[in-house]
């Protein structure tokens, strides 16, 4: 992988992610060139999910004093997951949690990405040109990938915050005027073969990644 690109990715994320936490505190975000096409469509995207709604969590707990416990002295708010019986755990930051207009809550993460996200592997009728292609193959691991971080974050906020998680979110922008700011949704029969999957990644580090690094 080439450095200057991974750091110019997470640079570029980063500003997302700052700049989707300002938009829902009320600020103003003006975005700059480099970063401009990945801004476009996010606010009325984020408008429309939040539409009759309200935020509970957006890095950091939203209006929610009770919370206030979770958040360090970084200003960053971390949940955490323990399972006793195991002694198996971990912790992380989620980016939004909101309450929608059915009064369901939903877990959402922000990615950035110079290719779309896919939810399935392309096919012949899809008739994409190739490097489109190749884009959407990589986009499908990529929410592979995201589903598994949104479980775990779920299992935390619920065992943290005391809440019952309806469903879990992605929400992807892209410089792409055909893939702007999408948005991928699971239900609960998705997110409960997340969390198993996720969990048996946790079990895995805990008896067979970590016991080896810490013999090395």
């Known amino acids: 992988m080439n450095p200057g690109v991974a750091d110019a ?31 476009v469509g996010v606010p009325e995207r984020i408008d429309e999910l939040l539409d009759g709604g309200r935020v509970l969590w957006s890095e950091r707990p939203f209006n929610q004093p009770k919370w206030s416990k979770y958040v360090g002295d970084d200003g ?9 019986n195991s002694g198996h755990g971990y912790a992380g930051c989620c980016d939004l949690i909101y309450m929608d ?14 290719g779309p996200y896919s939810a399935r592997f392309p096919t012949k009728k899809h008739n994409l040109d190739e490097k489109t292609k190749k884009a959407m193959i990589s986009g499908v691991f990529k929410v592979k990938k995201t589903r598994l971080q949104l479980a775990a974050y779920k299992l935390a906020a619920e065992s943290c ?5 309806s469903k879990t979110q992605i929400i992807v922008s892209t410089p792409f005027d055909e893939y702007q700011t999408q948005v991928f949704t699971f239900g609960e029969t998705e997110v409960e073969k997340d969390e198993a999957a996720w969990l048996e990644l946790v079990n895995k580090f805990f008896t067979e990644v970590r016991p080896k690094a810490t013999q090395s």
């Open 101 to 114: 207009h059915n009064a369901e809550i939903i877990l959402a993460d922000f990615k950035t990405s110079a």
């Open 161 to 165: 915050l005391g809440i019952k998680i």
């Open 76 to 84: 960053v708010g971390r949940i955490f997951y323990y399972d006793e």
């Open 9 to 39: 990715a997470a640079a570029r994320g980063t500003w997302i992610h700052e700049a989707s936490e300002n938009y829902i505190r009320g600020l103003r975000v003006v975005p700059p060139k480099n970063y401009a096409p990945y801004w």
